[in-house]
């Protein structure tokens, strides 16, 4: 056969392509990247006139002209090496062409142009080659690896390089351009005639099995799967609606901007707010050696998650496949390995990840979006801390061989007790309050989805001057703002709603309306009888028994077996069951969730499928409804005795006790809303609560519960969870059954400081208790006992939880505690000799009399703090900072004292 060059010459003159210029062709028009190298190629002409005569066409009509005027300049036998030799090319220019045209990584680099009479005298080798029948065969089998795909690369890398692209990024490009070339050689093929069709058919079907294994037909069915919301995906489709809207959330979804935070999570003064999605796609483009793994933080409903699809969706359609972008939602994965590649296989579970050089293979490069970090609970899914998890991404993100990007969201709460073991590149934002010019952004998104009279009603609602403060913040985060505003469409929202009510409670009337606002308002409550069998208050207890059930799984769904399970242990919920059961002759509970927030069951799930609330926060509050209506059962005494006796004996309340706390330590969130709720309600019995709850932990300090015999609650609890697939052994089920009332009892005892009727009745003694011959003992061995799980056991349950306790005269000696919240806490005269309390919070507590000798308080927080007499010989206080501490007799001798800030000191 001819070399290339003559062959292209011969078909693609000036003269040829201005006769074929009457060929309209549809698709994607010619890129001034594409054009330039098709020229550098010399598949097209480089008169110049040419690149305005094929600007008018699209790639298919060159190719179609140029086997056109070949099939017509030869009466000889067809020629599969001539047909390749110009088909081939230009499909794999249209490949190049397509993948600029919608890359915006590419445009902005390629939009400088190229001389191309530069360029030519490195690219015309490929016109040398000259191919045979079995080349040809190969590059329609396996375009990629053949001669003539290898060439076409080499000549794409070396322009590109040209251009300024980085190597490593140009082969990237070839890979996947090369890899594409194929569905453009068979578009030429569909306008062949039936002998050619016959004569190709044979190496195209093979082509296509070859291909059907292949690592980037795989990723492209991640990201159509995963990643895009495809109308033709209903599944895909449901995951991005608002649930009982007819909308769907990039609707209604504006970017956000984010503070960027400094080593100890504070928010830098001087820098202002940046643009969330521009700031990482900024980091995106950064060499590989400069990056760091982006953590970004935020409240529960301030958009992490929403802002994770939208972003993974974004990139899939702009930069990919310079980047592919993974999103995996950590709550879906049981176990965390050592190796942090075989956690992220074992996560995604794509025929991609199975190669052994998924992740060092030249061709990839992923970006990470790992969401939820904040449900890595301690001890609910790996033996290690959930700084290892961070640690070795880190690790990983650091290596010279990285080419990939970590982004990591969660709760700012999840990285309590461990932001002195954070990985040295980790980089944190934290999300920003819609201010004034976002929220507009949003209003009008939902005025074009409801009318803009309704949205104009709704702006005016929440700013006038009588809105209380509270619900305006309220509409600064992006759930609560669409909740307000989906509530005042429907005329639901009024302002004497919020009367009387805290930041909190404002929220919790918000969760509270909206639960009515569903059960009544958005499905007739006649439908859901008529459907279910049951009224708005069975609805209610069972929404509360899902609550508990999807907190209790550690993930943010829960089986519906699962609630069956737990409603059954109710009786007036048993009878219900029953009664629904014998009407409707089916499932009654499925149906009752059907009307909500129902998701198809997985394979590893049973038939009856699971449930998925449309927040995580919801799940909280239903949960501490839940422990609220527990609670007030608890406090209930018996009207018809004659002496005061609860309605709930001991033992029955252990064994509920058990049931509510074993499966995990609370969520700040849980606890606050739980506490809300106890407040705006009728007046509770707090101090009988105290009495019961302080009673219990004395007993479970004793280990009467563990060492109980013949009836042994926690061994009965532990196997009732492993049958919900909770999986905790004895011990598990009893320490955090232990350090949960350890909780309750700690926000009792800050309530009650707050209250004139309550502080002198209720004062929780953490270090010195009732029994035992050394009673300010008993913190240090539920601190041991509750570490034998793992050192930091106590620290990532209740750590957060310490503010304002009475902690006189502790003995603390060697104990970890690093990153605890002592804010406001009475430590005089404990002992803290060589205890471990890097990070920890000081603010404000008082430390009179404390020994410190030896003590860990690198990074510590010391402001404003009563350190008299405090004894810090030898203790490591490097980074700690003493703003405000009062200081008079304090003993510092001999310690380490690197980038310590006295400034202020009295």
Sequence with gaps: ?????????????????????????????????????????????TAPSAPVIAAGLSFVGIARSGLRLLHGSSNEKFEIAQWVAVACPLAYVNSFNHLVQRNVWLQNRLNAKIEILDINPQLNQLGEL?????????????????????????????????AGIAENIASVVTAWVA?????????????????????LNLFITAAQELRANEKYASIESYLKEQISPSPSDPLLIERWKVVGEEFKIPEIYVSLEAHLLDSNGRATEKEPTVNLENWVTEQLNKPERNRQVIFIQAGPGRGKSVFCKMFADWVRENLHPIWTPIMIRLTDIDTFETNVENTLRAAIRENFVNRDDWLSDRNTRYLFILDGF??????????????????????????????????????????????????????????????????????EKWGRLVGQDKAEEFQQFIKAYNCPERVKELAKEPLLLYLLA?????????????????GVQAKIVVYQKTLNWVLTKQRPENLNQQLTEFDAKDLRLILTEAGLCVTQSGREWTSITAIEERLKNDKSAREMLEKAQHKLGENPLRNALAAFYLRPAKASESTEGAVEFIHKSFGEFLCAQKIKESLKRWVEVDSKSRRERYIIDDDTLAEEIYDLFGYGGLLEEIVEYLMALLDSGQQFQYL???????????????????????????????????????????????????LNIMILLLELHRYAKTKDDLKDKIDFYLSIRK?????????????????????????????????????????LIGSYLNGVNLKGANLQGANLIGTYLNGANFESANLQDVNLIGTYLNGANFESANLENANFLCAYL?????????????????????????????
Aim: proline letters at 1%; glycine letters at 6%.
């Design 1 to 45: 056969m001819e070399k290339l060059k003559l062959l292209w010459q011969r078909l693609f003159s000036n003269e040829r392509l201005e006769k074929a210029g009457d060929i309209a062709e549809s698709g994607a028009e010619i890129t001034k990247a594409g054009l330039e190298f098709a020229i550098a190629l010399g598949v097209l002409a």
């Design 130 to 162: 000259e191919l045979d029948n079995s080349e040809a065969k190969e590059a329609l089998t396996k375009f990629s690896n053949s001669t003539l795909g290898q060439a076409l690369n080499q000549q794409l890398s070396i322009y590109l390089q040209n």
């Design 179 to 199: 890899w594409d070339t194929f569905n453009y050689i068979k578009q030429l093929l569909l306008y062949e005639p039936e002998n050619i069709h016959q004569a």
């Design 374 to 443: 904040d449900e890595l609970r301690f001890g609910r899914r790996t033996a290690r801390g959930i700084e290892d998890f961070l640690g070795q991404v880190g690790n990983y993100q650091a290596q010279t061989v990285c080419k990939h990007q970590f982004v990591v969201t969660g709760r700012e709460s999840a990285l309590h007790g461990i932001e002195n073991r954070l990985p040295a590149n980790l980089v944190r934002l934290e999300i920003a309050l819609m201010d004034d010019q976002i929220q507009i952004q949003w209003l």
């Design 486 to 502: 989906a509530m005042h469409r429907d005329n639901e929202l009024n302002m004497q709603m919020f009367e009387n009510t805290n």
């Design 688 to 738: 009988k609560l105290f009495e019961r709850l302080e009673e219990f932990y004395d007993n479970w300090c004793r280990g009467k519960f563990i060492n109980g015999h013949p009836k042994n609650i926690p061994l009965n609890q532990m196997q009732k969870f492993h049958t919900e697939k909770i999986l905790l052994d004895i011990r598990e089920v009893d320490i955090f059954t232990g």
């Design 771 to 811: 029994y035992g011959d050394d009673k300010n003992q008993e913190l240090i061995n539920v601190i041991n006992y509750s570490n034998s799980i793992n050192i930091k056991t106590f620290t990532a349950t209740v750590g957060h939880f310490l503010s304002y306790a009475n902690l006189q005269s502790a003995n």
């Design 878 to 906: 490097n980074g700690a900072y003493f703003i405000g501490a009062y200081f008079n007799n304090t003993n510092i001798n001999d310690s380490c004292l690197k980038n310590t800030d006295f400034e202020g000191l009295t």
